[in-house]
């Protein structure tokens, strides 16, 4: 779709360790647009972190700044070829993308890799005398439900499922959120990770320990539902993760509580089903009292997790209203979902001051201004 009018805005990710760059297509007029996707490009820092098992504050860092510029570079040639080869030769002058907004993460995330994105930002913003709006990540997620898909009217139920974040939020319009609840400890995906590197499977855990998970028989381990029956919209995944060190080394007696080992296939494809199921039972059961409470009209199912399938198949059998999840190239971390959620904060009047953004290494949806 190619609009009469249309706004262009850059999209820049950094908060943990993917690097991230898009280029968006609105119309610039409407919360209803279907935004067209004009170039975008992550660069995954998983090789650099994956010897520490976790993410490195100070490479990721590193890795931003080396690559960002590049990206941005590459970024806006693509963009611009797109829209050339789409154009006849006389157009090709008054057809190079203008880019109107930068909209950039600033938080929740890594302090120290959110500013080189803030930085870079800012800077693009005033070279170009252009406004630049200050994006909340969570908020980068649940926008990604509309990329390639129109959910229904709200209000709707979002589950946020990432690395760092676990939280369910009522929004009763773009924009405007309720906080049902939270994780207490560890984020699901956080979860996923640890267990990964108890049975030393590959980091990040979450992608091979649901493909494992695959194998195995969920009902081989009872592990604990933390907080099934808390009677309110919080989770916990500290205590499953636990558990599940204590069941490896009753496998294993005499092993070093943290040492990861290798397990035999059978026991790390059970130890990750039963994990799995624990772990979806928990959000499934959540989301669908706060369903039943709230009565949405559908539940949107975003972030790093809602790429394992198992559990958006549960969800769907299990909820009485539609659940829409991004397609998998959205459901991680990307720009594409930034710029879209800059472009609604837009159209609502945000404005930041780029002499006076800052980063919020901790930052939830409903303190946005
Ligand atoms: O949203 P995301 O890319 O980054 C954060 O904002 O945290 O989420 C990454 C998380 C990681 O913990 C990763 O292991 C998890 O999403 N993940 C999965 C799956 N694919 C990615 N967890 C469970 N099952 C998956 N298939
Ligand atoms: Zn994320």
Redesign the pocket.
Known sequence: MRYTASMFILGIETS?D?TAVAVLETTGETHTDTPRVVAHAVYSQIETHTEYGGVVPRLAKFEHQKNLPVMVKAVLKEANASRQSSKSQNDLEESKIKIDLVAVTVGPGLAPALAVGKDFGVEFAKKNNIPIIGVN?IEG?IYSAWLDQTPSAFPLIALIV????TQLALMHDFGEYDMLGSTVDDAA??S??KVGKMLNLEY????V??KRAELGDSEAYDFPRPMLTSGDYNFSFAGLKTAVLYALKGDHAGRMANAAATYSDEITNNVCASFQKAVIDVLVAKTKRAVKEHKPTGVLLV???A??ERLGETLKKELPVPVMIPDKKW???NAVMIALAGYHRYLDGMRSDPDTLDIHARWPITEII
């Open positions: 943990c993917e990540h997620h990432s690395g760092g974040h995906g956080e996923f990770d990040p855990g979450g992608p320990v649901s972030g790093g997790v790429a394992n459901t991680g971390d």
